[in-house]
């Protein structure tokens, strides 16, 4: 198949059927993000490359990388970038892990970006960075986030800095 010199509206990479550039930005995204021995990956550098080629192309890329791997978010600006750059996008993590800080203001800016677009699959782990932090801030956090309304959420703990939500449909 000749797919021809690409032209300013065309990305020969579009000609080829789905299932194969899905194989194709598998990858890619393997080469770039390496394998995770731990099955999750930090959200701690920037987007893959992949994501700026074309509107197209990232979208189908981000199915490939947010539906099938695991991710980490800490409370960084790094990790806030990742949430605003992916704007709605967020709701096609399948499964996050959401490491706050609650000795830093900065939590209220995750909530913002994150929870009113997660999706209904998405399993949502709020961790507490430090063990001294007072159960009546995590509380005090849970709270104001909405996390404890049980209309919408659903709750476990797991473990003492560990509570893990599921959103009801």
């Known amino acids: 198949m000749a797919l021809g010199p690409p032209t300013p509206n065309h990305t020969p990479l579009l000609s080829v059927p789905l299932e194969i550039r899905d194989a194709i930005y598998e990858r890619v995204l393997e080469a770039e993000w390496g394998y995770s021995s731990q099955d999750f990956f930090v959200l701690d550098r920037p987007l893959p490359a992949l994501f700026r080629i074309s509107k197209q192309i990232r979208s189908e890329a981000l199915d490939?990388?947010?539906?099938?791997?695991?991710?980490?978010?800490?409370?960084?600006?790094?990790?806030?970038?990742?949430?605003?750059?992916?704007?709605?996008?967020?709701?096609?993590?399948?499964?996050?892990?959401?490491?706050?800080?609650?000795?830093?203001e900065a939590w209220n800016k995750y909530l913002k970006a994150l929870l009113p677009v997660v999706s209904q699959y998405l399993e949502l782990r709020i961790r507490k960075a430090a063990a001294s932090l007072p159960n009546a801030r995590l509380d005090s956090f849970l709270q104001t986030a909405g996390l404890y309304d049980k209309n919408r959420w659903i709750s476990e703990g797991k473990g003492t800095n560990e509570i893990i939500f599921k959103r009801i449909c």
């Open 64 to 104: 490939v990388f947010l539906l099938k791997n695991h991710f980490h978010i800490y409370t960084s600006s790094i990790g806030l970038k990742w949430l605003n750059i992916l704007g709605r996008d967020v709701n096609r993590f399948r499964f996050l892990i959401l490491f706050i800080d609650l000795n830093l």
